[in-house]
């Protein structure tokens, strides 16, 4: 059986290409809703209704185990899939979030932490980053900022214009004094480098934590992980091809990829 990457976009693969990087004996698929980005500005019943859509499809396709990189799915729909849809369909399978494993990137070390968090209205609206940071260190102090111009940037060829965009919204972060700026939706992982180079703050980027966190998870749970089938395959599905999503895909996956449309019901 696969292993299952989510995203309401092709911002994910940037998180499925480094998994795949860090664990490529698996077999993997991934799924882009490409026809409905973003879910940003979604409700949360219309999120989870998408996302339980999803979810159906990648299991349906043989997925043991899904990891949900959509930040916004993350923050709106991990616990009710978890605790509704999965007994309910699927009890022998697993659905994973990002956010929890890099909020406890971010915590690592304790302590007193000043910690920024940059990521779409709605995660930053759902209070999902706050509420594990705050978990892991109940001592950290937490400011969030909202950055919805970023994403249409990133997948509308607008890399040119982000710098004094990218600069105003990290701003408020380093003026509230944050040593670390975690990057709370999966399209910045290619902002990382962009941002170290405006700041000296530790910067948490989703690509460089979660693989870590899934190979660690596997082995602390055999009985998910003896379930993985072991031939190196990768699939790319999405619901909507154009153009420019073929050249997103590339700056994301950092290869050249097939994607294959298909219809979510």
């Known amino acids: 059986m696969k292993i299952g990457v989510f995203d309401s976009g092709l911002g994910g693969l940037a998180i499925a290409g480094a998994i795949m990087r860090r664990l490529p004996q698996y077999d993997y698929l991934y799924l882009g809703d490409t026809k409905r980005v973003p879910y940003g500005g979604r409700s949360q019943e219309t999120i989870h209704e998408f996302t339980s859509q999803a979810l159906t499809y990648l299991f349906s396709h043989d997925c043991q185990l899904i990891i949900l990189a959509c930040n916004t799915a993350s923050a709106e729909s991990l616990r ?109 992982c290619l902002l990382k480098e962009d941002i170290r180079e405006m700041t000296t703050v530790k910067v948490i980027s989703q690509d460089e934590v979660v693989p870590a966190k899934l190979a660690d ?37 950092g290869e050249a990829i097939e994607l294959i449309k298909v219809v979510l019901t």
């Open 80 to 188: 009710k899939s978890q605790q509704e849809y999965l007994p309910r369909h699927y009890p022998d399978r697993r659905v994973l979030g990002v956010i929890i494993p890099t909020a406890e990137a971010a915590c690592e070390g304790g302590g007193s932490e000043n910690i920024g968090v940059l990521a779409t209205a709605s995660t930053v609206e759902s209070g999902a980053y706050l509420r594990e940071l705050k978990r892991q260190n109940a001592d950290a102090e937490v400011s969030q900022v909202a950055a919805p111009l970023l994403v249409p940037l990133l997948e509308n060829q607008g890399r040119k214009y982000l710098a004094p965009v990218l600069e105003d919204y990290i701003k408020p972060l380093l003026e509230h004094g944050v040593n670390k700026i975690v990057l709370g939706c999966t399209h910045y």
């Open 217 to 253: 998870y596997l082995s602390r749970h055999p009985e998910i992980e003896s379930q993985l089938s072991r031939r190196g395959s990768r699939e790319y599905h999405v619901t909507d091809i154009t153009n420019g999503y073929q050249q997103l895909a590339r700056e994301m996956s």
